[in-house]
């Protein structure tokens, strides 16, 4: 079963590098062969599966609301699936926080 970061990490951080490096791999595996910009990566958004034969947790990344799809050369295509204010602040894509500063000023 699918534990969330808080569980695993609470008492060490031994497995932070093998967290870091699979993220890292999913992130590009989205990005160049999915073509998919997950733009909401943080602590609450990747899970652990602690069941694995080699004794290695398996993490993984969720929650894709505001994900998008790009092109080959980067270029976005189309908006994230959820348009309205998600999530903390700091962990908002530029893009969402600039559409979100752009209605304001309009109104």
Known sequence: MYEPLGVLFSHSSRYLGEMIYQMLNCLHDLRYRALILHRDVSFNNIMVLRDEPDGKPL???????LATRATVDGKLEGGP???HRTGML???SYELLHDMWS???AV
């Open 90 to 92: 700091p962990f908002m």
């Open 103 to 105: 209605t304001y000023e």
């Open 81 to 83: 699936i959820s348009k």
């Open 59 to 65: 993490f993984i990344l969720n929650d894709f609301n």
